[in-house]
């Protein structure tokens, strides 16, 4: 079992930058692959990146690819997501997940989630 709380959110302007951290409890963190979702209001929670256990594998949802950097260190049992030109459409609850194993892009495949942390881009 893993325990997580997001922390880094806050109100920023169109095209500043956010780091998110993740912060994880219990020995097993490297054993999960870590995912960042969101979810806007009115809108179901959507995939933004993903890890793999080793930190090697990165994915990135294509509205973020090229902004947004995933990144762990297991033996910290931390994951942050560096969100760079950050836009209006970016604004969402944004939270922190841990799966063993399914599809990484997909919510359900999550076992363990933290409460999230605001993210809110003014134009």
């Known amino acids: 079992q893993v325990q997580l709380a997001e922390s880094g959110g806050g109100l920023v302007q169109t095209g500043d930058s956010l780091r998110l951290s993740c912060a994880g409890s219990?020995?097993?963190?490297?054993?999960?692959?870590m995912g960042w979702f969101r979810q806007a209001p009115g809108k179901e929670r959507e995939f933004v990146s993903a890890?793999?256990?080793?930190?090697?594998?990165?994915y990135y949802a294509d509205s973020v690819k090229g902004r947004f950097t995933i990144s762990r260190d297991n033996a910290k049992s931390a994951v942050w997501l560096q969100m760079n030109s950050l836009k209006p459409e970016d604004t969402a609850v944004y939270y922190c997940?841990?799966?063993?194993?399914?599809?990484?892009?997909?919510?359900?495949?999550?076992?363990?989630w933290g409460q999230g942390t605001q993210v809110t881009v003014s134009s």
């Open positions: 219990g020995r097993t963190f490297s054993t999960y692959t």
């Open positions: 890890i793999s256990r080793t930190g090697i594998n990165k």
């Open positions: 997940a841990a799966t063993g194993s399914g599809s990484y892009t997909y919510a359900t495949s999550y076992r363990y």
